[in-house]
């Protein structure tokens, strides 16, 4: 069966310091990844997707980027963190036909 | 792009009676509706989902129906129990790389 792995489950880390959240799927291959944001009490924002590996697309502008070196990994970085960053991200993936996302356990990072 | 608007934002009903969470899409090309049921500090996790090919879809307790014509599908949930106090998250997607929109989300609280 197809497991999703995310860490570290939560992170605090002071303004201006870069970020490196990881994620990695197993038990299929070629899987659609996905990068969300939650912020506090809030709904589910799509930060960047990817259909296959260097097949990044970005869907808010902002100081974040994303990464697919492997098939099956997907990393989210930052060269300098702000305190509007502060949220818990969810990694996601999805097969290639029309299917719900599962997502990774999340990482909760605090910005301070 | 896609846009999802999900109604009410807050939800509180008697343990034993009924539920009901609307949303409504805007692009007439998505496919795939799924809803999410999140827990306090938990990752959201898929609990039904629903085709455009598909009217209504039933599981135990929870059903969702679909109206093409109007874009809107809704999540029903009958005989509520305390354990299903959560925030509810309604989605749509289409094609390609199967992004996902979510709404703004529900919090339901079931009331002993």
């Known amino acids: 069966s197809q497991t999703i792995h995310q860490w570290p489950a939560t992170l605090v880390q002071p303004v201006g310091s870069p970020l490196s959240l990881e994620c990695t799927v197993e038990?299929?291959?070629?899987?659609?990844l996905y990068w969300y944001r939650q912020a506090a009490g809030r709904g589910l924002q799509l930060l960047f997707y990817?259909?296959?590996?260097?097949?990044i697309s970005s869907e808010v502008p902002q100081n974040l980027s994303a990464s697919r070196p492997q098939d099956r990994q997907f990393i989210l970085s930052s060269k300098k963190l702000l305190l509007s960053d502060s949220g818990f991200y969810l990694c996601?993936?999805?097969?290639?036909?029309?299917?719900?996302?599962?997502f990774g356990s999340g990482t909760r990072l605090t910005v301070v | 792009g896609e846009n999802v608007e999900q109604h009410p934002s807050t939800l509180s009903v008697q343990e034993g009676d009924s539920a009901v969470i609307k949303c409504t899409y805007s692009?007439?090309?998505?496919?795939?509706f799924p809803w999410y049921k999140q827990e306090l500090g938990k990752r959201p996790q898929l609990i039904i989902d629903?085709?455009?090919?598909?009217g209504e879809k039933k599981d135990q307790r929870i059903a969702v129906t679909l109206n093409k014509t109007a874009k809107h599908f809704s999540l029903h949930i009958t005989e509520t129990q305390p354990e299903d106090s959560a925030v509810y998250f309604c989605?749509?997607?289409?094609?390609?790389?199967?992004?996902?929109?979510f709404g703004q989300g529900t919090r339901l609280t079931i009331n002993p």
């Open positions: 990817s259909i296959g590996i260097d097949q």
């Open positions: 989605a749509a997607s289409m094609g390609g790389a199967q992004k996902l929109v």
């Open positions: 629903i085709r455009s090919n598909v």
């Open positions: 692009d007439s090309a998505s496919n795939y």
């Open positions: 038990g299929t291959s070629n899987p659609n």
């Open positions: 996601a993936w999805s097969p290639l036909v029309p299917y719900g996302y599962t």
